[in-house]
């Protein structure tokens, strides 16, 4: 999924506490809030479990969407040229803190 995609999900959600930030995610009908939300619940269990933090207490600090490499397809086009396709994909950075 693209980054610009991305991003729109993502910043909804920066600042926000943790559990409140995925009741957001749970209401957001894009394909793209499920990942974000699969990526904070893994944030929060690794808060939990590394650091001993209270998921009641974490809040997400930054939430950042950047660009990853791009899969370059090419389709078939009239007079036997080729038009490209772009698969664009992204990475998903989200840090969560108890401060």
Do not use: W, Y
């Not at 980054?3 to 894009?30: D, H, W």
């Not at 699969?38 to 650091?51: G, M, V």
Request: charged share 25%; glycine share 4%; net charge positive.
């Amino acid at each position: 999924m693209s980054a610009q995609k991305m991003r729109e999900v993502v910043r909804q959600i920066q600042g926000l506490p943790a559990l409140q930030a995925q009741a957001v995610l749970s209401v957001v009908s894009r394909k793209s809030a499920r990942v974000v939300a699969k990526t904070l619940k893994s944030a929060i269990a690794n808060a939990e479990n590394n650091n001993s933090a209270k998921m009641e207490h974490l809040r997400v600090k930054s939430a950042v969407a950047g660009q990853a490499t791009t899969m370059k397809r090419f389709t078939p086009k009239a007079r036997g040229s080729a038009g490209p396709i772009l698969k664009r994909n992204c990475h998903v950075k989200i840090v969560v803190s108890d401060e």
